[in-house]
């Protein structure tokens, strides 16, 4: 019984959206009009990129960092203006600890709740990748769970951060740090070409280790150091989610 406590609070969510589906959808599309113009207008000017010792399409480069740009929006939104709304002004989080919930399984279900919603937009980009063409190899599939995990990194430092909010008006600090891991996380380039002293920042870049990682697996290039982005993104998702928890604890119960 203990278990199912957080999934009350991903039902709660489930059901919210099942009326506002079009917003659940609406942060699929960025990433794939990224993806479609570049194959469309870019990716013929630049032609290939070498990867793992071999030449592919500029468009089949992208598409991992596409998917894995996908799967942090859909994090993201959930874990900071929704869970900001719900804990500012709605005061859902209020009403909920005055039942048997408490403030981890609130935590864990809004997590479980991100994670859902970023893996059903990396399925969904992976089969529209696939339709197009973009994807390399079988392994593939693994890049879905690899989703999910970017989802649980994403979902958790989007919830610590929102408890530290005062105002819409600190989103703006969100939206300034999404900009930069979007563009500067070998998603568009090879880490290769970056200046070194940038190819140090880029290497901090959790969506960077996400894109490695979804990167490696749509082209069959597996090795231990996939393991090590996936370790990365994991310690973070831990690290962070402890952060929401105890963050929650403060507001809610003191």
């Not at 030449?55 to 960092?65: C, I, K, L, N, Q």
């Not at 063409?133 to 430092?157: M, Q």
Request: aromatic content about 16%; proline content about 4%.
């Amino acid at each position: 019984m203990l278990a199912m406590r957080p999934s009350r609070v991903t039902e709660r969510n489930a059901t919210v959206y099942w009326r506002l589906w079009y917003m659940f959808v609406s942060g699929f599309f960025e990433p794939l009009f990224y993806l479609l113009s570049i194959g469309i207008g870019v990716g013929e000017l630049v032609g290939g990129v070498e990867v793992g010792g071999r030449t592919v399409d500029y468009e089949s480069f992208v598409a991992p960092g596409m998917m894995a740009t996908a799967a942090m929006n859909g994090a993201v939104f959930d874990a900071t203006f929704s869970v900001f709304f719900k804990l500012k002004f709605m005061k859902i989080y209020e009403s909920m600890v005055a039942t048997p919930l408490s403030t981890t399984d609130i935590v864990v279900g809004e997590l479980f709740w991100s994670m859902f919603r970023c893996g059903v937009y990396g399925a969904v980009f992976l089969v529209t990748a696939a339709l197009l063409g973009y994807v390399e190899s079988w392994w593939a599939v693994l890049s879905i769970p690899a989703a999910l995990l970017i989802g649980f990194a994403f979902a958790a430092a989007g919830i610590a951060l929102t408890s530290f909010l005062r105002g819409w008006r600190d989103f703006d600090f969100i939206n300034v740090a999404l900009m930069p891991l979007f563009l500067f996380s070998a998603t568009f380039y090879p880490l290769s070409v970056y200046p070194r002293a940038l190819e140090i920042v880029v290497q901090l870049s959790p969506l960077y280790h996400g894109v490695t990682l979804i990167r490696g697996l749509m082209f069959g290039e597996l090795g231990w150091y996939l393991l090590v982005h996936v370790a990365v993104l994991v310690v973070l998702a831990v690290v962070l989610a402890r952060v929401a928890v105890r963050r929650f604890e403060r507001l809610l119960l003191h």
